[in-house]
Nanobody, 123 residues
């Protein structure tokens, strides 16, 4: 059974930094696209950043150069370094691992989520 174990998060002041980590209990970690999503109550979960096994990266528009996603394949771990945090970044952050789309590309055959970790940024 695939598990994604997250660590990091917490309460910081605006302008400070945090690093989130997520370690996956999967084989062939490099074959997974790893991502970070966030969600606040009453809103949809949104992409923060994703990184595939060949270095392709996507960031949410709100990141604006403040966050960096990276992965350490030997440790099956993905990181999210968050700098210059703002109160609007307050949310629950989720790690995600996915691979293999269906033939029509509509969904992922493997799609796993971590337990989530809370990030709170005070003004």
């Amino acid at each position: 059974q695939v598990q994604l174990v997250q660590s990091g998060g917490g309460l910081v002041q605006a302008g400070e930094s945090l690093r989130l980590s997520c370690t996956a209990s999967v084989r062939a970690f490099i074959s997974y696209t790893m991502g970070w999503y966030r969600q606040v109550p009453g809103k949809q979960r949104e992409l923060v950043a994703s990184l595939n096994g060949v270095g392709g990266i996507k960031y949410g528009d709100f990141v604006q150069g403040r966050f960096t996603i990276s992965r350490e394949n030997a440790r099956s771990t993905v990181y999210l370094q968050m700098n210059n945090l703002k109160p609007d970044d307050t949310a629950r952050y989720f790690c995600n691992a996915k691979r293999q789309r269906t033939p029509d590309g509509s969904r992922w055959l493997e799609d796993y989520w971590g337990q989530g970790t809370s990030v709170s940024v005070s003004a």
